[in-house]
């Protein structure tokens, strides 16, 4: 059993509609993806030429980050920071040149420039009615992940000081919180479902969301460190520690709904999203009990239609809100 999500990329890829691309990086990021970098090296066809000495390539198309499943413990930083130390290494060889550390601390400021400004803006969400819609912040995070970090960080700035001084709003709606799998530009459909039917995301749970800014990487420290604490330190649902519902989990998701007055949370998984679906249960009851907020579950496979067929679920759950 694959998510549709992790079927369609290697479906992409099959089809060559990646072949610009010079390397693919695998991280170990879920079960799903880790048995995606078997499959890309042996079905993908490989754009460029194996660089082989000896009958071994030295500069490998797909690259495999072997990030801990267990978080926590005294070995878990050290290990990870030999992992990333090899990565390096092997990005190095693609390259042909080092990578000084200095280039690292100044991608690491350029990163948390943006995580900044991308905090600015889901700041800017806190008030009712919020300064823009769900679906344009999550079309701003994502545009992030795609271009230059600087150049996202610079636009951004822009964008939310005009925003600031026009007193620009997105039309009022009941506040909801997002959580759920990746969420590309298919999944976010459910974005427009929701302010289609009276709703407006405020804040989330998404790796498109508030796990890509929430963690600042912190200077000071040697560069890969700071990567690798920051990873370590992100509160995502596939690692584990040692409760049934991680405290880091929890802590997260109190952070994200705290002051932005949710009416209601919406859960959008896909089938086969073992790490989402496994921890759902827990979380649905903490959200009920702890913060008072009602939950809605849906279970997405992955295209527009089976999102169209969500639509009256959602209507019903906001119109449930509003009476
Ligand atoms: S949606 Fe879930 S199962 Fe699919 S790649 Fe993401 S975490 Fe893994």
Not at 121 to 128: A, C, K, L
Not at 258 to 278: S, T
Request: aromatic share 10%; proline share 6%.
């Amino acid at each position: 059993n694959a998510c549709t999500f992790a079927r369609s990329c290697l479906d992409a890829g099959l089809r060559g509609l990646y072949d610009y691309l010079d390397g693919v990086v695998v991280p170990n990021s879920c079960d799903i993806i880790f048995s995606m970098e078997y499959f890309w090296k042996t079905l993908v066809p490989r754009p460029t030429k194996p660089a082989l000495i000896a009958g071994v390539d030295i500069k490998p198309y797909v690259l495999y980050i072997n990030y801990p499943e267990k978080i926590i413990g005294r070995e878990v930083l050290p290990y990870y920071l030999e992992v990333l130390k090899g990565f390096k290494q092997e990005l190095e060889r693609s390259l042909n040149r080092s990578i000084p550390d200095a280039d690292i601390e100044r991608a690491i400021s350029v990163y948390n420039e943006d995580k900044d400004q991308i905090r600015r803006m889901y700041e800017m969400r806190r008030s009712d009615p919020p300064a823009l819609s769900g679906y344009d912040a999550w079309q701003i995070v994502y545009a992030g992940l795609l271009m230059p970090k600087d150049e996202h960080a610079a636009l951004l700035k822009d964008y939310l000081d005009d925003l600031q001084s026009d007193g620009q709003a997105a039309p009022e709606g009941v506040r909801i919180y997002l959580s759920g799998s990746a969420m590309d530009s298919v999944n976010a459909g459910i974005y427009q479902i929701i302010e289609d039917s009276g709703g407006q995301v405020v804040s989330d749970d998404l790796c498109v969301g508030t796990r890509a800014f929430w963690y600042p990487l912190k200077q000071g420290l040697p560069p890969l460190e700071a990567i690798a604490r920051r990873s370590l330190g992100t509160a995502c649902p596939r690692s584990t520690v040692t409760t049934a519902i991680p405290e880091n989990r929890w802590a997260h998701i109190v952070n994200t709904t705290q002051n932005f007055n949710i009416e209601g949370a919406i859960f959008y998984v896909l089938k086969c999203c073992d790490a989402r679906l496994a921890e759902f249960p827990h979380l649905r009851d903490k959200f009920k009990e702890e913060l008072g907020i009602p939950v809605l579950f849906l279970e997405g496979d992955y295209t527009s239609e089976g999102l169209e067929q969500m639509r009256g679920r959602v209507e019903a759950f906001i119109e449930m809100i509003e009476e």
